[in-house]
């Protein structure tokens, strides 16, 4: 039974490169979830998939952030033009539901982005 | 509007002494879910408790309680016999039917030997 999966561990970019984070949900969940955490703060909601359904792009700080959920398993969050500003870790959570109270979410390791 | 309140920064404890961290949230809801989560420094989120507003009990797991207070709409931690691998950044957490969970900044707990 293997967890939520993120890579890379670890990203290092230079400014104005575009930089792709992968999320491999566990097996059966239907739910993802994108989080962006600063250093030393709270978790920023980015964006969610819940199975075919249009994403909630509600989060997404601004338009060089793009994500896309192939066959309703592995997403990928993509950062387009890095900025410094960019710079944190990126959780990934999956949920076997969603919009229900009791649905709990599982997190992934995170990916620590840099961004020179 | 600020959804889920941790008011502690920072928290101190002896190791096997037990130690509470607050949690308030705010919603007209009258169905939701409130769950605690661990970050070790490693980074990783790991849930640890649920509390149903439905819930009649206070949820347990181990040495895990959630002090449930619907009237106060408060959800505090409670921790019994800290040990040292209890040191991390603990956050609470909201979800009512819908896509997010509100987080709350955290709490960051020390346990001293």
């Known amino acids: 039974g293997a967890g939520v999966s993120q890579s890379p561990s670890n990203k290092v970019t230079e400014k104005g490169k575009d930089v792709e984070l992968r999320c491999d949900p566990i097996?059966?969940?239907?739910?993802l979830y994108w989080y962006r955490q600063s250093l030393g703060q709270g978790l920023e909601f980015l964006i969610y998939?819940?199975?075919?359904?249009?994403?909630?792009k509600s989060g997404l700080p601004s338009d060089r952030f793009s994500a896309e959920r192939t066959g309703g398993s592995v997403s990928t969050l993509t950062i387009q033009r890095t900025q410094q500003e960019d710079s944190a870790v990126y959780l990934c959570?999956?949920?076997?539901?969603?919009?229900?109270?009791?649905?709990?979410?599982?997190f992934g390791p995170g990916t620590r982005l840099t961004v020179l | 509007a600020q959804k889920i309140t941790q008011t502690q920064p920072g928290m101190f404890v002896q190791e096997k002494e037990a130690v509470t961290l607050d949690c308030t949230y705010d919603?007209?809801?009258?169905?939701?879910?409130l769950f605690w989560y661990k970050q070790p420094s490693s980074g990783e989120m790991i849930f640890l408790i649920y509390?149903?507003?439905?819930?009649?009990q206070n949820a347990t797991e181990g040495r895990y309680s959630l002090n449930f207070q619907k009237a106060r709409k408060s959800a505090n931690l409670v921790i019994s016999a800290s040990q040292l691998g209890d040191s991390a950044m603990y956050f609470c957490?909201?979800?009512?039917?819908?896509?997010?969970?509100?987080f709350g900044t955290g709490t960051s707990l020390t346990v001293i030997p």
């Open positions: 919603t007209s809801d009258p169905s939701y879910g």
């Open positions: 959570a999956s949920s076997l539901v969603a919009g229900g109270t009791t649905d709990t979410q599982y």
């Open positions: 957490a909201m979800r009512y039917y819908g896509n997010q969970f509100y």
């Open positions: 509390q149903g507003s439905y819930d009649q």
């Open positions: 097996s059966g969940h239907t739910a």
């Open positions: 998939f819940q199975g075919n359904s249009a994403p909630d």
